[in-house]
Nanobody, 123 residues
Framework: QLQASGGGLVQDGDSLRLSCAASGRGISAYAVAWFRRAPGKEREFVAA????????RYADSVKGRFTVSRDNTEDTVYLQMSRLRPEDTAVYYC??????????????????WGQGTQVTVSS
């Protein structure tokens, strides 16, 4: 079971790091994606990382501010968020497909979702 953690309440311009881990089989050998859903908005792709981590993809809205990485010894994927803005406020989710590469499907409709973590950026 996937679980995103690390959310919280921060101020405009602050940084925050989210983590994604899984019980049981874990996320080893899988590409992992981050999504977010803001109140009243559609779910949005944020970032993705392949296995073992050579390739990454970002939404234009976060490029240059967010960094996705993974620690394969800890079987954890991270989303480092810097220069946060109020419009980054959302519930953030991690998700996987049973594939090691970043596919269009992973970036649009992955098979497995974790519980989200709330990120709130105050102005």
């Amino acid at each position: 079971q996937l679980q995103a953690s690390g959310g919280g309440l921060v101020q405009d311009g602050d940084s925050l790091r989210l983590s994604c881990a899984a019980s049981g089989r874990g996320i080893s050998a899988y590409a992992v994606a981050w999504f977010r859903r803001a109140p009243g908005k559609e779910r949005e792709f944020v970032a993705a990382i392949s296995w073992p981590g050579r390739s990454t993809r970002y939404a234009d809205s976060v490029k240059g501010r967010f960094t996705v990485s993974r620690d394969n010894t800890e079987d954890t994927v991270y989303l480092q968020m810097s220069r946060l803005r109020p419009e980054d406020t959302a519930v953030y989710y991690c998700a996987v497909n049973p594939t090691s590469v970043i596919t269009d499907r992973l970036r649009s409709s992955p098979d497995y979702w974790g519980q989200g973590t709330q990120v709130t950026v105050s102005s």
